[in-house]
């Protein structure tokens, strides 16, 4: 293994204060009050904030997990899996974290959005998917929809243009 080197609890990414012996531009530093950092070769790389927000190739994240690609490839986030499916999976309940509670009427569960930047510097919608209840969750039964959304030429606002139904419709 290395040599894990202590210099000082806070510096910067081309020289943080937590290093490896002999390559003293990658570790850890803290790159302001309560907040901790990852750098490799003199560059951050994965910062968290001291709200508890994770930014990967980003210093300032805008929700709990942010990604940032600026590598020019057209890799994102990429989830493999061996042995069984891969999942990704929105979850949502009603209440707070510290005490959830069932989900009830029609709720959007989960949905996927794309935006492309304006000339003003806005993102706006391009499409979405929802993944939508129908009525209460319960343990026998959870009815839902996929919903189809799109957002025509002269427009800024996706509108529905199908709906797969819990009946397969």
């Avoid at 080197?5 to 510096?11: I, Y």
């Avoid at 943080?16 to 003199?42: H, L, R, Y």
């Avoid at 042995?83 to 979850?91: E, L, M, S």
């Amino acid at each position: 293994g290395r040599l894990f080197v202590c210099v000082a609890a806070t510096k910067s990414s081309s020289a943080p204060g937590m290093t490896f012996a002999g390559d003293t531009n990658t570790g850890v530093f803290s790159p302001g009050a309560d907040e901790v950092a990852v750098s490799t070769a003199g560059t951050e790389r994965l910062r968290v904030t001291s709200a508890g927000w994770v930014g990967i190739g980003i210093s300032a994240p805008g929700g709990p997990l942010h990604v940032i690609n600026d590598s020019g490839s057209a890799n994102g986030v990429i989830a493999d899996s061996f042995g069984a499916a891969t999942q990704i999976i929105g979850r949502r309940a009603g209440g707070s974290a510290s005490s959830p509670t069932q989900l009830t009427g029609a709720n959007i569960v989960s949905h996927f959005l794309a935006r492309g930047l304006d000339e003003t510097a806005n993102y706006r919608s391009v499409a979405n998917i929802q993944m939508v209840t129908d009525t209460d969750v319960t343990s026998t039964s959870s009815p839902g929809n996929m919903r189809f959304l799109t957002t025509t030429s002269g427009s800024v606002s996706p509108s529905e243009k199908v709906r797969i139904t819990s009946d397969g419709n």
